[in-house]
């Protein structure tokens, strides 16, 4: 069946890192994925898309890269400040269908 | 732009009793979803709507839950009669284009549902 895996631990890091968060996935064949970011009692907020044939793609401090190969996809936030912490979703599309990971939580410290 | 409203943003209901949730996409927004989310989980889809039809609900449990989306905009989900494992926050998107394009879907805040 259909499976994505994200760090199940909560992520701790120092102000200023660069934080990075993995999203695999098994039997499935995704059109594109994204990444989201949820705060507590809030419904995720959109933050980067990127396509199959796409390797890589910037935003501000955001980066997402997709090894279609290693049916993985990294997500790095650079210069990190605490309003980064939050849980970060990844979702997979393809076939008209999108599944959500269970997402991580990443705390910075100040 | 106005976002995705959903309301109540929490219910408190025993178990047997009916519920039911609201949300009103982002206008013009052709596709909605509603997902059920359980406390440390990842959003899992309940149903979703192109326009007024439906475009998958391979995992809506139909035997106490249905869903219709009345002239292609506001959307209700209803839960009857609720179990204990139906505690969980139901989340309703909507996206722009029509599925299978490239789309980002827009989430409203959220109902907290706790069933006693």
């Known amino acids: 069946s259909q499976k994505i895996e994200q760090n199940s631990e909560a992520l701790n890091i120092q102000e200023g890192k660069t934080a990075t968060l993995t999203c695999n996935y098994t039997?499935?064949?995704?059109?594109?994925l994204q990444w989201y970011r949820q705060d507590p009692g809030r419904g995720p907020v959109f933050l980067l898309l990127?396509?199959?044939?796409?390797k890589e793609k910037r935003k501000e401090r955001l980066k997402v890269t997709f090894d279609t190969t290693l049916k993985q996809s990294l997500f790095h936030i650079t210069a990190s400040q605490p309003a980064d912490s939050a849980t970060y979703l990844c979702a997979l599309t393809g076939g008209f269908k999108t599944i959500f990971g269970a997402g991580t939580r990443l705390f910075v410290k100040a | 732009e106005a976002g995705v409203a959903q309301s109540p943003r929490y219910k408190i209901i025993e178990k047997r009793q009916s519920v039911a949730f609201w949300c009103n996409p982002i206008?013009?927004?052709?596709?909605l979803y509603w997902y059920q989310q359980i406390l440390g989980q990842g959003p899992k889809l309940l149903i979703q709507?192109?326009?007024?039809?439906?475009?998958?609900d391979s995992q809506l449990p139909k035997d106490r839950f249905s869903a219709e989306r009345l002239k292609g905009v506001d959307s209700t989900l209803k839960i009857q009669p609720a179990k204990l494992e139906d505690s969980a926050v139901y989340l309703c998107?909507?996206?722009?284009?029509?599925?299978?394009?490239?789309?980002?879907?827009?989430f409203g805040p959220g109902t907290r549902l706790t069933v006693l």
């Open positions: 990127i396509r199959e044939n796409e």
């Open positions: 039997n499935y064949s995704p059109a594109y």
């Open positions: 998107a909507s996206s722009r284009l029509a599925g299978g394009l490239t789309d980002t879907q827009y």
């Open positions: 206008s013009g927004h052709a596709t």
């Open positions: 709507f192109q326009n007024n039809g439906v475009v998958d």
